[in-house]
């Protein structure tokens, strides 16, 4: 009633003033681009891999545009618009692996269960280069971030990256019990080197995590 009315919905600059004067000295906020922290950052350095698809994901491909251009042509108004967008995460799907569209369709939010946890890397040009990548990291002792927009794929790169390099693959999505997230962000933070690689979803991992260990950072 004091605050949120206020400076969510009128944008009351006296209301939001006066709660950051109540609360300043219990908080502490560091950004990016604060001095003191930029100096004590290394550069960051981004590269782009560019993936060729199998043949697999070439078939599937483009057996999911034909069938996206035959319903478009049926359809008209926001039944048209939902095949287009239903489409092009169908496309993103079979570029991840080609397991993620096995089955009917599904969104980030489908439970993996049903996801083969045996899905092989030979299949997507995407997971080949993820694995050679994560070999150089693994092998300098050094460890990584993989973040992956659909949940499901990311059961399988956990999976897959266990079996590579016969060490623990972690995995955070937005059914992981908080108990069991704090665990997890802590075994990674350890020295140990037995779980070097996170694998997160991008609901799940984009907010109020700190994991400072790692030295590289994948966009699955």
């Not at 478009?72 to 080609?98: F, N």
Request: glycine share 8%; proline share 4%.
């Amino acid at each position: 009633r004091q605050f949120g009315v206020p400076i969510e919905r009128h944008r009351d600059r006296r209301s939001a003033a006066r709660l950051r004067r109540l609360v300043q000295p219990f908080i502490l906020r560091r950004l990016k681009t604060d001095p003191e922290v930029i100096s004590d950052l290394p550069e960051k350095l981004e590269t782009r891999e560019f993936c060729r698809l199998t043949s697999e994901q070439i078939e599937l491909y483009e057996s999911c545009v034909k069938m996206m251009l035959g319903e478009v042509d049926r359809t008209d108004g926001i039944r048209r618009r939902g095949v287009v967008l239903t489409a092009l995460v169908r496309l993103k799907q079979i570029c991840d692996h080609p397991a993620l569209v096995g089955n009917a369709f599904s969104g980030d939010d489908a439970e993996p269960d049903d996801v083969p946890t045996d899905a092989e890397a030979h299949r997507s040009g995407k997971c080949i280069r993820l694995l050679e990548l994560l070999e150089e990291v693994i092998a300098s002792g050094e460890r990584a971030l993989v973040f992956t927009q659909f949940r499901r794929m990311g059961v399988i790169l956990a999976s897959m990256i266990s079996r590579a390099f016969d060490r623990d693959a972690l995995l955070l999505h937005g059914g992981t019990p908080q108990g069991q997230r704090q665990a997890m962000i802590d075994r990674f933070q350890a020295a140990d080197g037995t779980a070097p690689v996170f694998v997160l979803s991008l609901k799940a991992g984009g907010v109020g995590l700190n994991l400072t260990a790692a030295t590289h950072v994948f966009h699955f």
